[in-house]
């Protein structure tokens, strides 16, 4: 696929790639159901991942900009696909489950944006610690993941993972697996999250 973006979203990055094709892997074993992509951007990750897979995407994202390019890349597969624009708990209905939720969250912390002037600042900014929106991912996938979904989440670094593994388990999940890709400064860090044994009530964002 030719993803089509422009300045005023991120480019596709090599974790970018590696969180695509990690997903798609996943995607080979999972059960039957729909995938969900949080932060989409202009959806090169979701796209990616379902591709080929005849399974259903939902896209969101609360930049109408992102959410225009997201649509217009979701042309390029015969999957089906929408896109939906705004805050995760508003453009969700809460009967919905997902088999996979892919996120990729702004993970720069506030103070650290001004490092990285090609990129929007609403694309990157995580605030304070940069974990602000990938809490927020993990507590939305948890209301939404089916009982033997997965949750496969982009962040900055290996600490950053650790440092969420707190919210990860009040949500009733917990880390599976870690994978960095990339070299030198042009690094990610990749999570695979799923279901702990639940045995109360959904979590609730908190």
Do not use: K
Request: some cysteine.
């Amino acid at each position: 696929m030719q993803i089509q973006v422009d300045g005023t979203v991120l480019e596709p990055r090599p974790w970018t790639y590696a969180q695509s094709t990690w997903a798609a892997e996943l995607l080979e074993s999972l059960p039957p159901g729909d995938v969900l992509e949080l932060c989409a951007g202009a959806g090169q990750i979701g796209l990616g991942a379902v591709h080929g897979t005849g399974r259903r995407l939902v896209m969101v994202d609360a930049e109408p900009r992102a959410c225009a390019l997201a649509r217009l890349n979701a042309a390029q597969v015969e999957e089906d696909v929408e896109v939906r624009e705004g805050r995760f708990d508003a453009v969700l209905d809460p009967a919905e489950r997902f088999a996979l939720v892919v996120a990729d969250p702004p993970w720069v912390p506030s103070q650290r944006v001004a490092e990285f002037p090609d990129d929007p600042v609403w694309a990157i900014d995580g605030g304070i610690d940069g974990l602000e929106v990938a809490r927020r991912c993990v507590r939305t996938a948890s209301r939404h993941l089916a009982a033997d979904g997965r949750v496969l989440l982009q962040l900055g670094s290996v600490e950053q993972v650790e440092v969420l593994d707190h919210t990860c388990e009040t949500s009733g999940l917990e880390v599976l697996a870690v994978r960095e890709a990339g070299e030198g400064d042009s690094r990610g860090v990749l999570a695979l999250l799923g279901p702990e044994a639940w045995t109360g009530p959904r979590p609730h964002e908190g």
